[in-house]
């Protein structure tokens, strides 16, 4: 099976990549998640400020019940708010990271995710080793784009993270997360699929995704 992962790089020659593409190969579309996206949709700070709001009413509302005097009743919320502010702060920051350090590449044979934000690593998806590709819509026309592998091509769910599909733990699909405009990432990339497998003999078929992920038509080509 051939190795994913490459060694981490500091000098790119050309952003995104780990060198220069070869004769014959284009670069079709480059991205980045967007960091906004990422904070609410993947690490849920949406979610995390509504349990922290919680926990003040809760504050409140128990402290009347209780007799507690106000001034104890405003302590506790004003640790409970800072202890929120830190913490979405801290997500808010790792979420700038992810899309400042991330760069998403379509090329006319491959899909390049670099990654990493303490380690940058290059994952390398060559167009023959995709079975099915799937668009999760997450409003506005932003999304995520999950690529699912053959069998016998496998990845680190945890190395990958947040670069995969949730939940996909047995089977991890690399993904192209919180993209602005998903749907264009993912017509390209089929396009570009339909159109390498076209060129290399191979035969581009319709594969559907997950229930809760659109599929993207047209999927992509058996293994060669």
């Known amino acids: 099976m051939k190795q994913f992962v490459a060694r981490e790089h500091e000098i790119e020659p050309v952003p995104g990549l ?12 480059q991205g980045r998640p967007s960091a906004r996206l990422v904070a609410r949709h993947v690490l849920k700070t949406r979610w995390i400020a509504g349990y922290f709001a919680l926990l003040a ?3 409140i509302v128990g402290g009347f019940y209780d007799g507690r005097p106000i001034a104890g009743i405003v302590f506790s919320v004003a640790v409970l708010t800072a202890l929120a502010t830190v913490l979405i702060g801290m997500l808010e920051l790792f979420a700038w990271a992810v899309g400042k350090t991330t760069l998403y590449t379509i090329t006319s044979r491959r899909v390049v995710i670099r990654f990493g934000v303490a380690f940058s690593m290059t994952l390398n998806l060559p167009f023959k080793q995709m079975n099915a590709l799937s668009l999760a819509d997450l409003g506005g026309g932003a999304g ?4 699912e592998l053959l069998p016998g091509h496998r990845l680190s769910w945890l190395l990958q993270w947040p670069h995969v599909r949730a939940w996909r733990f047995a089977d991890p699909e690399p993904s192209l997360i919180c993209l602005g405009d998903a749907k264009k990432a993912a017509d390209i990339l089929a396009l570009a699929i339909t159109q390498y497998a076209s060129l ?5 078929r319709l594969e559907e995704g997950a229930p ?10 058996a293994a060669e």
Do not use: F, R, T
């Open 18 to 29: 780990p060198g220069y593409l070869p004769e014959g190969e284009e670069m079709l579309w």
């Open 144 to 147: 995520h784009v999950a690529i």
């Open 212 to 221: 809760e992920l659109a599929a993207v038509p047209p999927a992509v080509m």
């Open 200 to 204: 290399n003999s191979g035969h581009a």
């Open 57 to 59: 009413v809760w504050a």
